[in-house]
């Protein structure tokens, strides 16, 4: 069974950048999606990045520009690197991952972090 455990959250202030991990207990390798979902208090859970095998990679309008996600399958390792945040970035970031490509219903999630952006 796989886990995904992430870290690299916390509090920055506006314009700084943050960069987050996600490791798997298992291989990624075999996973053809990793993504990064974020839940802002009393939002619903949305999508930020998303990336294939093949590194193929899919943002959310919200963060294009300021965030990049990539994958090291070596290291059973995903990241989101954040840059330029902006308090409406402030949300419990989610790892997740899927067998599927391009899916919209990730069958396996970490359990979060909290990444705070004061202004």
């Known amino acids: 069974q796989v886990q995904l455990v992430e870290s690299g959250g916390g509090l920055v202030q506006a314009g700084g950048s943050l960069r987050l991990s996600c490791t798997a207990s298992g291989t990624i390798g075999s996973f053809n999606m990793m993504a990064w979902h974020r839940q802002a208090p009393g939002k619903q859970r949305e999508l930020v990045a998303q990336?294939?095998?093949?590194?193929?990679?899919n943002y959310a309008e919200s963060v294009k520009g300021r965030f990049t996600i990539s994958r090291d399958n070596a290291k059973n390792t995903v990241y989101l690197q954040m840059n330029s945040l902006k308090p409406e970035d402030t949300a419990v970031y989610y790892c997740?991952?899927?067998?599927?490509?391009?899916?919209?219903?990730?069958?396996?999630w970490g359990q979060g972090t909290q990444v705070t952006v004061s202004s």
């Open positions: 997740a991952a899927d067998l599927r490509l391009w899916t919209s219903d990730y069958g396996y």
């Open positions: 990336i294939s095998r093949r590194e193929a990679t």
